[in-house]
């Protein structure tokens, strides 16, 4: 790995995928004794919750939630 000229490194997909770290996690870049630790944040938000929160509120219907559900189920 090679450190760009902003300070940046990337991380190799293989670790990414065996840590779980997915785009748009927060992680905090440690010094341990001479080493670098990279960490997920602590109490960052999920992926599931990143996407809740972008999409709340952009919901546009006139339809009740009966009405919509009786659309959905074919009832």
């Known amino acids: 790995m090679r450190v760009n000229s902003k300070g940046q490194v ?3 997909a293989e670790l990414r995928e065996q840590i779980g770290l997915r785009p ?4 905090d ?3 341990d004794r001479g080493t670098l630790r990279i960490v997920r944040r602590e109490g960052s938000a999920t992926r599931g919750q990143r996407a809740t929160h972008r999409l709340r509120g952009t919901a546009t219907t006139a339809l009740s939630t009966d009405q919509l559900m009786e659309l959905l189920r074919g009832e």
């Open 10 to 12: 990337t991380i190799p």
């Open 29 to 31: 870049v440690v010094a």
């Open 24 to 27: 748009g996690d927060e992680v």
